[in-house]
């Protein structure tokens, strides 16, 4: 180097931010039986929680061990139904097409897309460890052609421009900001295609994030958005809502069930019920289209 270049030299910048390695930490050494067992029932491993009313008779019988099998089945059969309901919005699919899974977790959502409209997934992790167990897991169900998982950001995930017909965040928003987030779906998406999140969001009317939100965002180490980012957020980047959906109500009663599973709970659960009902904290599902 000579002596000229010395004022223009930069510190190298990491690939990473030590945020992102954090983030990376926790969901590497994560196994919490909530969500190993859930999946175990079928192989479909979510990282999200269940919609829907509940079947209370779960928790009536005299068998312990049979208690908590119908319990878990019962979580398993809500989180499913959440999958189902953000996946009906990416449609219409052909198996042409090709669809983004932004934040897969252990693969769940891209397997739930393929199996319903034989689409191609990518989805991507920031863990090497989510993408390795999803990788497995589509090969064992033999769609490892059609389903593919990365260790990659969301943000920058080096797919090629306009070549997928749908993308998803599936509670996993909450880690990124949400003008990059949406300035790459936007990139990724053809004209026409279509956007879904489902998200906890903080509600702007209660004010700023509550005890309870902020609680949650230190239990994941994430950083909740209001609701009123996503629209912002949207409205920047190409992307027309068409449908937004509370979800609040719908997913109460699987809070409710998953507290009295002493053989899964993590301990999360009863913030997340004072956070719905004192008004602070919103589970909203939102469709956009990008023009
Ligand atoms: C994932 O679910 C949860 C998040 C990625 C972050 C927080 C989500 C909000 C809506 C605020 P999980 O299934 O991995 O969590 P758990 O282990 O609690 O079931
Ligand atoms: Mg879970």
């Known amino acids: 180097m000579s002596s000229t270049d010395v004022g223009t030299t930069t510190a190298p910048v990491p690939p990473q931010s030590t945020y992102q390695h954090r983030v990376a930490d926790y969901w590497n050494a994560e196994e919490n039986p909530v969500n190993l067992e859930l999946g175990r029932i079928d192989d479909l491993y979510h990282h999200h929680y269940g919609v829907g009313d509940v079947d209370r008779s779960v928790l009536e019988g005299s068998d312990p061990a049979l208690r908590q099998e119908r319990i878990t089945a019962e979580l398993h059969r809500l989180e499913h139904a959440q999958a189902e309901l953000l996946a009906a919005r990416l449609g219409p699919l052909s198996p042409a097409d090709r669809v983004f899974d932004a934040g897969c977790g252990r693969g769940g959502g891209s397997v739930v897309a393929h199996l319903r409209y034989g689409c191609a997934a990518d989805g991507v992790t ?15 169900r033999g769609i490892e052609g059609s389903v593919r998982y990365h260790c990659r950001d969301m943000l920058d995930t080096g797919f090629q421009s306009g ?129």
């Open 126 to 140: 920031i863990s090497v460890k989510q993408a390795e167990f999803a990788n497995e897991q589509a090969r064992k």
């Open 163 to 291: 070549a997928f017909a749908a993308s998803w965040n599936n509670e996993s928003t909450m880690y990124v900001e949400l003008d990059l987030l949406f300035a790459e779906h936007a990139r990724l998406l053809r004209r026409g295609g279509r956007y879904v999140v489902i998200t906890g969001c903080y509600n702007d009317t209660y004010g700023r994030a509550s005890r309870e939100v902020s609680l949650i965002n230190a239990h994941y180490i994430c950083d909740i958005h209001p609701r009123s980012a996503y629209f912002r957020a949207m409205a920047r980047n190409r992307l027309v809502p068409v449908h937004v959906q509370d979800l609040t109500a719908a997913t109460i009663p699987y809070w409710e069930l998953r507290r009295q599973a002493e053989h899964l709970v993590t301990g999360i659960e009863d913030t997340f019920l004072t956070a719905y009902r004192n008004g602070s904290f919103q589970y909203l599902l939102i469709a956009a289209d990008r023009i």
